[in-house]
């Protein structure tokens, strides 16, 4: 007996704080059904205002003017009212009895407001049953999970018992990392809801746990060949380079030339592991984008010399972002661009405003061109065409995936057009500033 009056003081508990909500919410949507109305004869009002005194004017004199000076003259009853207007001079240019005009309003307001009183107060008496009823399926799943609980704590015997738990928490703690694409299968209905949502979570996991032991794999043989490359010419200077200036003059060149292509790929490595942990920080301001991409033009000119530089504007462009970082996917579209453009090449750098309306920048060369596949892939880190892999503009395969990092934290996307032999041409859109 006791269990059964527990049960059903919290059904009746339940049942009061459903009500209470449902009040709270028919009181919220009365003040909004109050308002609505009231602004709505308000405006009806002084439409109709307006409508009846340009409408005189323009019956009666042909024109309309503010500077009339309008009044009512009031009789002995309603139906005597009129309504005068003179000039500025106080000549009296009409008058026009309103009171059978102004009774008919009045019953037909009092209409109105008859209705809409009637609708507020169905609201006010049967709004509240009504909000109950559209809670219905949540007071039901509140109630269905409240008598789940009290089976899990009044029967300790039931289908959720402790062994089924102990079987699950062995299966999680014996699970290894390399097991992780079969996942946790208990066979157990009851379980099946956590097995799913431990599975999810678990497939998430692994796609971070192999998407990081690639990076470092690919880091690890990214840096393996400079450091052979210096290890062997200071193996060469030690043989020979002592008394050979040429070996020597050599050495150092080459091992200058590699330790700064180390420097760099080091440094493009910890930027991306910096925005892969969320440590990469943006000083986000409202720049002017031409201005920003003239100043990348003006760099390469001085810088490259080798190529024809264009600067294109279509309408000035605003932009939200970090003025450094956006001139920093520039430049690193343009070095690419200028990799695989021959000398006295043309590259083209364009600011403005897209075909959506929205601001963006551009690079375009008449380069080798890319294929459809390496414009796929031509983001991921460490891709690099088979066309220039072993070529010496070949880089570190990292420039274009630090661009695209940065341009997705400006929350823009590329529009690549790109032929072998013909050329490549990139968009950056960003999101219109307002």
């Not at 899990?152 to 062994?163: G, I, K, R, V, Y």
């Amino acid at each position: 007996m006791h269990k059964g009056r527990t049960v059903n003081q919290n059904k009746s508990s339940d049942m009061g704080r459903v009500t209470s909500i449902a009040r709270k919410i028919n009181l919220g949507n009365l003040w909004q059904q109050f308002t609505a109305y009231v602004g709505i004869d308000l405006l009806v009002i002084v439409v109709m205002t307006a409508v009846f005194v340009v409408g005189m004017d323009w019956q009666m004199t042909g024109r309309f003017s503010p500077y009339y000076i309008r009044g009512i003259v009031y009789g002995n009853s309603l139906w005597e009212l009129v309504y005068e207007v003179s000039d500025t001079g106080g000549n009296l240019l009409y008058k026009v009895p309103i009171g059978g005009w102004i009774y008919l309003l009045l019953v037909g307001g009092i209409v109105v407001l008859t209705a809409e009183l009637v609708d507020i107060l169905s609201l006010a008496f049967k709004g509240t049953k009504r909000v109950r009823r559209q809670l219905r399926p949540l007071d039901e799943i509140a109630a269905r999970a409240q008598e789940l609980s009290e089976q899990l704590s009044n029967q300790p015997t039931s289908a959720f018992d402790e062994e089924k738990y102990h079987n699950l928490e062995d299966a999680i703690t014996n699970l290894k990392a390399d097991a992780m694409e079969k996942g946790i299968h208990m066979h157990d209905k009851e379980l099946q809801g956590i097995e799913i949502a431990l599975n999810g979570l678990l497939e998430r996991i692994r796609a971070s746990y192999k998407q990081q032991s690639q990076f470092v794999s690919d880091a690890s043989h990214e840096l393996r060949t400079p450091i052979a490359v210096i290890q062997g010419y200071v193996n060469m200077l030690d043989r020979w380079g002592k008394e050979d200036t040429a070996i020597l003059e050599e050495s150092i060149e080459a091992i200058k030339n590699e330790a700064n292509h180390m420097q760099k790929l080091v440094e493009q490595l910890l930027f991306l592991a910096r925005g892969d942990s969320n440590r990469q920080n943006l000083d986000m301001k409202v720049h002017e984008l031409n201005d920003i991409m003239r100043e990348v033009y003006e760099e390469s000119l001085m810088i490259d010399e080798k190529h024809i530089y264009h600067f294109e504007e279509s309408g000035k462009a605003r932009i939200y972002g970090d003025c450094d970082m956006l001139k920093q996917s520039a430049r690193i579209l343009i070095d690419n661009a200028a990799k695989y453009t021959k000398e006295g090449g043309e590259i083209t750098i364009r600011a403005g405003i897209w075909k959506d309306g929205s601001p963006f920048y551009g690079v375009q060369d008449n380069g080798i061109g890319m294929s459809q596949e390496d414009v796929q892939h031509m983001f991921d880190r460490f891709y690099r065409a088979d066309s220039v892999r072993n070529s010496k503009t070949g880089g570190t395969g990292l420039g274009l995936s630090i661009a695209k990092w940065i341009v997705d934290k400006h929350q823009g996307y590329y529009d690549i057009v790109s032929r072998e032999e013909l050329g490549t041409r990139f968009s950056v859109i960003f999101p219109k500033y307002s």
